[in-house]
Structure formats: C-alpha cells, structure tokens
C-alpha cells in the first residue's frame, strides 16, 4: 500500500481544523461553552434547554465538538461534558485565556472572499463597508484586553502617565471604535477630559452610550477621519488602528500635530517584523497575515491607501515614528503577549 504523503495529511487536517474554527464559532456566539462550562454531563436535549436554543442544532454542533476532540461524550449515557482545561480556552469566563471569539473573524473574512478574489486581479481592495460585523467584533475583541490590562499593564508602560491623568489632562484617542478604551480611562481618571474620534458612526453612538450608561461627564466623541485632528492634547493614542490606516504618516503626523510640548504619544500596533523571514517563526504568522489580506491591506488599498497590512514591523514603525517628529520612543509589551507592541512617543517641551 502507498503511503500518503505527509502533506496530504495536513491538507486533510487543515480542512478539519478549519471547519472546527467555525463550529467553534458558532458555539461562543450561541454561548453553548459557557453553558456546558456550568453544567454536569448533559445530554443534548439539557443543554439546549439551559441554552434556549433548537435540540436539533445543538446536537449535530455536540457532533463535531466531539469528533474534533473539543467536548467528552459517554455513549451510555448520551451525556456531553466540557473539560475544564477546554474552558479555560473557550468561555468568556476566561477573559483574554478565551481564544474562541477570535474565530468569529474566520465566517467575517468568508463573507468577503469573493472581493478578495476580485481584488486580486485588479488591485482595488475591499471598502470597509462590506465589512459590517467588523466594527462589533473588534469591539468585543479590544474590550478583554482593555477591561483586564489597559490600567494595569498597559498604562505603567509610559512612566509617569498615570500620574499625570490622576492630575488632570486632556486625551484623545484615535480610531476609538467603540470606544471602550475612552470610557475606561474616563472612569479611572475623573479629573481628566478624554476624547475619542473614529470614521464608524456605528461606533460613536456604542461608545456615547456606554459613557451615558457609567454616567460619565468627562468622555466625549465624534465621528472624524484621522488625518483631519483638531485641537490640543497632553495624551494621544491609537490601539491597532496605525497598520489599518490608508494614509498612516498623515496619520502621525496629524498625532504629532494636535500634542502638546511635553505631551505623550501611545501607540499599540503588532508585534512582528518588517522582513518575512523574521516573521516565519512567529506563533500567529500564519493568522496575522490572511487578517492582512482580508481585511487590514485591502480597505487600505481600497481607500487608495498604502496598504501596510497587518505585518508592518518595529523598523518601519519607528521610521515612520521618526519621520512624523518623533525621537524619542521606547517600546514595551505586556506579559506573555504575541500579538501587540507598545510604542512610547515624547514630544519635546
């Protein structure tokens, strides 16, 4: 008998995996883990019940969780069980250990790939408007690490900030999303004025409300394109937004622009290298760099934009840093973090 060749298998193994990732999906979105994550072994008619969803779904779902390895099942008893290593990397209750709402990107990009395709051919890219559920994954996304980190880990990254927003000063965050980083801050730091300005009015509106559900009267934000700031400002940052930017020295230049003598600039954008090669060992490689090709080149490029893509390294970042009137920048991570650089800008006084 021939033995198959070792690349065939993973070709078998990659399909299985990656329709594994859309199972896994669909089981955060449906919150099928968190409720396994609380029950004894169930069978699927309990589990769909304690879910409030279809018993049919539910157990052709319980299926492929446990053919792939993901759920237990007894056949005596038709019972399902989730291990609790398994839901340290699938429920919400794990915070940034839960890797199950990356996923979600997976079905996002699907939607898109016949423009990808198109986009091939011709160059033109992908607007960010056939990108509709981006700007809710993103918010859910960036909110584990904020909510965990963002005053704890991140601030102390640039020494003395903190004590400086304890003070009072004004900040502006660009490409806020949702704006959940603003309202954070704002809620920490009641003597600071914080801003934060994004191209989604979808995204304005969420952060408005979540600042008028915490009752905050230090927060405000407007829909602005990146390029056109306005104003001054003691902090600037920008959290993944540099790489996605059509005009990204424009964008930092207008940063350095509306800072104030003195003032900081905090940018976070991914950890990684400008050279492929530097890059072919990286843990995530493989992920960052189809995000690139669906979503972060392309609405760039679609944008007439440069199109950095996901995998711009420190090098080009801090030429870029430098060309914008930056010179003075340290770079910091967060504990057992892959994905993210933090870079540290000073405007002379």
Known sequence: MTETPAFA????????????????????QTGLFDVLAGL????????????????????????????????????????????????????????????????????????????????????????????PRFQKLQGEESARTFDAELLTTVLPLAPGLEERLTRGIAALDVGTGQGHAVNLLARAFPASTFTGVDVSEAGIAAAREEARA???????????DATGLEGEYDLVTTF????????????????????????????????CSTRLEDNIAHPLA??????????????????????LGTMWGEQDALARL???GFTDVTTGKRPDDVMDLYYVARKPA
């Open 9 to 28: 298998e993973r070709m078998k193994t990659m399909l299985n995996e990656a329709c594994l990732a859309l199972q896994v999906s669909v089981g955060h």
């Open 40 to 131: 004894a072994p169930s069978t699927s008619e309990q589990i769909a019940g304690a879910a409030a969803l279809n018993e049919r779904y539910v157990r052709e779902w319980l299926a492929a969780m446990t053919v792939g390895g993901i759920v237990a099942y007894d056949p005596e008893t038709r019972r399902y069980t989730l291990p609790a290593e398994h839901a340290a990397s699938l429920t919400r209750a794990a915070g940034l250990g839960n890797q199950a709402s990356m996923l979600q990107y997976l079905a996002m990009m699907g939607d898109v790939e016949q423009q990808v395709v198109a986009a091939f051919k011709d160059g033109s890219g992908v607007p960010y408007s056939a990108y």
């Open 214 to 224: 915490w009752g905050l009267t230090n927060a405000s934000f407007a829909v602005s």
């Open 240 to 271: 993944d937004v540099i790489h996605d930017s059509a005009a990204p020295d424009d964008v930092l230049a207008a940063v350095h622009r509306v800072l104030r003598p003195g003032g900081t600039y905090l940018m976070q954008d991914t950890a």
């Open 286 to 307: 493989p992920a960052l760099y189809t995000f690139s090709v669906f979503y972060c080149m392309s609405v760039s490029l679609a944008q007439g934009g440069v199109g």
């Open 322 to 324: 430098a060309k914008a």
